[in-house]
């Protein structure tokens, strides 16, 4: 059975770090690409940044940009989104999503409708 599961999000103040993580189970990682998305209350869905299978290229969205840094470890089936600076716009449940192969990034952000499988989702909050 397939399944990813978030862990790592809770309360921090403004500036602070978070490391949030999704493991996976019932598949192995090193074939798909991961995407990290975020959704705030009354707003859509959004992708936050993607690292694709083949090369392990990465992507951010650009209210992420220098700030997230996406990684994984395919011997612990696991991505990994290290999030420094953090600012309250970045409060919301954040979520991990496979695809097969590569990432599909537009100039901003990649699509939720191409990921199958997702998980249950984390709070990050940003509050002082």
């Known amino acids: 059975q397939v399944q990813l599961v978030e862990s790592g999000g809770g309360l921090v103040q403004p500036g602070g770090s978070l490391r949030l993580s999704c493991a996976a189970s019932?598949?192995?990682?090193?074939?798909?690409?991961i995407g990290w998305f975020r959704q705030a209350p009354g707003k859509e869905r959004e992708g936050v940044s993607c690292?694709?299978?083949?090369?392990?290229?990465?992507y951010y969205a650009d209210s992420v940009k220098g700030r997230f840094t996406i990684s994984r470890d395919n011997a612990k089936n696991t991505v990994y989104l290290q999030m420094n600076s953090l600012k309250p716009e970045d409060t919301a449940v954040y979520y991990c999503?496979?695809?097969?192969?590569?990432?599909?990034?537009?100039?901003?952000?990649?699509?939720?409708?191409?990921?199958?499988?997702w998980g249950q989702g984390t709070q990050v909050t940003v509050s002082s």
């Open positions: 999503a496979t695809r097969i192969g590569d990432c599909l990034w537009t100039v901003t952000t990649t699509p939720t409708a191409l990921y199958d499988d």
């Open positions: 019932g598949f192995t990682l090193d074939y798909y690409a």
């Open positions: 690292i694709s299978s083949s090369d392990g290229s990465t």
